[in-house]
């Protein structure tokens, strides 16, 4: 949210309003959600990341203010390192200096590192030469006033003033050339964004067999057509598959109050462990799995299961 200025250093720093932030992980993989509520504006929104071997998608949804102020998400605000290039409506073109709302983005390339938007969308993009001060941002003393200029790659969503259930979705490819993002970006480099609403944000990484979710109130997500997970509760969940079946649960609690969690899968699981039993239901061709969630200073943290 773009302000006249900032809250004083004695009110900046506040409790958020909800307790949903947190992670589900295996060690190696993982996502991270919150539900934010701003201590300070009527602004909320739905976030999430979601981690893989070569790439992230960011996720937001219900983003929405009653304040009367421009509000915006940046993608990313960097030294300008390369030339910008752009893929908009179906053509590649290389930017000239300047600031600008595009529209039917479907890809944006600076430094090696590729914005991929699954869904075509209207971003704003800036590649221009940006002056300021190291003492307009800080009160600490002795900070240079000296005027600095130099180039900056800027790229953001537009949601304006009062925004009402907004959303937006983009992945992020470190590391790759042109050519590599131009021929993975045509299928999303294999990722599927399933869902990105105020109830559940969830992705699935085809290639690499791997669901995760952030559920902020119980429901259930359609994973592929011989699957479908659901949560009984708010929570986070990470699938990875083995063949047609999963091979690996891990579940937390991100509000780190519950003491347990039941996930519903298709399919029949027949095992049991130090923190989990399994409710194969035969006639359905399901399973419910109870998991017992860590306590105490351990509230929160992942849980994984081998079920295959």
């Known amino acids: ?27 190696l993989y993982g996502a991270v959600a919150f539900d934010f509520k701003s201590p300070h504006d009527l602004l909320e929104a739905k976030k999430s990341w979601f981690f893989f071997d070569e790439e992230y998608v960011c996720l937001g949804a219900d983003i929405k203010s009653l304040a009367n102020l421009p509000l915006a998400t940046t993608v990313n605000q960097v030294l300008m390192r390369s030339e910008v290039i ?3 409506g179906g053509s590649v073109k290389k930017l000239p200096r300047g600031n600008r709302q595009l529209k039917e983005v479907e890809w944006v390339y600076q430094d090696r590192v590729g914005y991929i938007f699954p869904q075509p969308s209207i971003i704003h993009l800036s590649n221009q030469e940006e002056e300021g001060r190291w003492s307009d941002i800080t009160d600490q003393k002795n900070i240079s ?3 600095i200029s130099l180039e900056v790659f800027k790229l953001w969503f537009d949601h304006g003033s009062r925004p009402k259930q907004q959303s937006y979705e983009y992945i992020v490819v470190p ?8 021929e993975s970006s045509g299928n999303n480099r294999e990722i599927e964004i399933l869902a990105n609403t105020a109830d559940v944000q969830a992705v699935n990484h085809n290639k690499l067999g791997i669901f995760q979710s952030a559920f902020y109130r119980a429901g259930e997500i359609k994973v592929s057509d011989g699957l479908t997970v659901g949560m009984d509760s708010q929570g986070m969940m990470m699938l990875k598959m083995k063949d047609d079946r999963v091979g690996e649960l891990t579940v937390s609690d991100p509000s780190r ?52």
């Open 86 to 88: 752009v893929k908009q």
């Open 257 to 308: 109050k519950l003491t347990r969690v039941i996930v519903t899968l298709s399919g029949i699981y027949d095992k049991q462990g130090d923190h989990f039993f399994t409710v194969p239901d035969r006639d359905k061709g399901s399973t419910l799995i109870l998991v017992y969630l860590p306590k105490g200073v351990y509230a929160g943290k992942s849980i994984t299961l081998t079920l295959d």
């Open 145 to 147: 006033q000296e005027i």
């Open 175 to 182: 590391g790759i050339n042109e050519e590599e993002l131009t």
């Open 1 to 27: 949210m773009q302000k006249p200025k900032l809250h004083g250093v004695d009110s900046i720093q506040l409790d958020g309003l909800t307790d949903f932030v947190g992670a589900v992980t295996d060690g």
